[in-house]
């Protein structure tokens, strides 16, 4: 019987302190650029799982009333800050100060593709907006046509917003236009165009991933930046893949292809990460970043654009926040504010129409 207890002792300590070394190891991809190690991002997706099993762990240890609860305890102490990154602790604020609102939303292109019911879908989203009335929105995937067929901007423009910046990655047929924008209720004093792709698209074009406009409040002028850092596109077959890893028989080209688009993505968004953090460096006045970053809140592209930043839902919510609906608990699209500004009222909107959510915040010095 002493001898079985020992078995136990052994393999439960040995399971324990692989949690503690898998957690350290993960803790690695908020650190190193996925530059050079291209994969190394992927720990990011598995650092949940160690913390809910060294949390497991320490309570296992204190019920026990053992000292190897400090073991997990410590690891947990050094993860700390990318924990707190993930989850929001904290209830949303009601600000009665003077106030803009602000929405960053990728549309996935008003859901142009669904052609049996993109005009449905186009006004779904647009019931949202007209809900919700923000005084800036940043769009990411958004698309327009110049006819009467799917004019997007002649849409906006009757609710309000008359100012825009639109940089247009593709125009076909002279009409079909696509490209990252940004709508205002408030007049856009200057704008500019940030993170030119180095890589030409199928199209031979070399879009911008970010663009920046200039509005006047409280008789500041501010900054909005809205990027679009690397997608990894994903199609149907590699979310069938993450399907089948719930427990049907996966094809191992399947995953190798799915890899191969991570890793991709990943080395391109932290070439766009570094070259993003030159232009926040030589910024003099306040500013915003929305987008979607398409990576998470653990992740090397966060941990370096959100350095000495707010974020606006971890400021305001309690939970993880999720924005990408097509996989459970994926929180990549985000308001983040210098320490100029105080948020309130920050809020993911659960609109399935995209696949993304919504997030909107109101913000105020």
Avoid at 15 to 44: D, H, M, Q, R, T
Avoid at 92 to 97: A, R
Avoid at 309 to 335: E, H, K, S, V
Wanted: hydrophobic share 40%; net charge positive; proline share 3%.
């Amino acid at each position: 019987m002493k001898f079985l207890h020992l078995i136990i002792s052994f393999f439960s300590r040995t399971i324990n302190i692989i949690g503690v070394v898998g957690l350290l190891v993960c803790l690695s991809a908020s650190y190193i650029s996925p530059e050079n190690f291209g994969l190394i991002a992927v720990l990011g997706f598995v650092f949940p799982i160690f913390v809910a099993l060294n949390l497991l762990f320490v309570l296992i240890w204190i019920l026990r009333k053992r000292w190897f609860f400090m073991v997990s305890f410590i690891a947990l102490v050094l993860s700390a800050a990318q924990i707190v990154q993930l989850i929001g602790f904290r209830k949303s604020q009601v600000n009665s100060e003077p106030n803009i609102k602000i929405m960053s939303y990728n549309v996935r292109n008003f859901d142009l593709y669904n052609w049996s019911e993109n005009k449905q879908a186009q006004d779904k989203i647009f019931e949202t907006i007209e809900e919700e009335n923000p005084d800036i929105i940043c769009f990411q995937e958004f698309y327009s046509d110049t006819s009467e067929n799917f004019n997007t901007i002649k849409r906006l423009k009757k609710l309000g917003y008359k100012h825009y910046f639109f940089v247009r990655e593709l125009v076909l047929r002279n009409t079909d236009e696509w490209g990252i924008a940004t709508f205002s209720k408030l007049p856009i004093l200057s704008s500019n165009k940030i993170l030119k792709e180095d890589e030409s698209n199928s199209y031979k074009r070399f879009p911008y991933k970010g663009i920046s406009t200039d509005v006047s409040f409280q008789d500041k002028q501010i900054r909005i930046f809205n990027v679009h850092l690397q997608s990894i596109h994903f199609g149907k077959n590699e979310y069938q893949v993450i399907e089948d890893l719930k427990g049907k028989e996966i094809k191992e080209n399947a995953v190798k292809k799915m890899l191969r688009k991570l890793r991709n993505a990943f080395q391109k968004r932290a070439v766009q990460t570094r070259i993003f953090q030159l232009i926040l460096n030589e910024q003099n006045q306040p500013y915003v970043i929305c987008g979607d970053l398409n990576d998470l809140p653990n992740s090397y592209t966060y941990n370096i654009l959100a350095k000495n930043m707010n974020d606006a839902f971890l400021q305001n919510n309690i939970g993880i926040g999720q924005t990408f609906n097509r996989i459970p608990l994926l929180r990549i699209d985000y308001i983040l504010t210098t320490k100029d500004f105080k948020t309130s009222d920050c809020r993911v909107i659960k609109n399935p129409i995209s696949d993304h959510y919504p997030i909107v915040t109101k913000v105020g010095f």
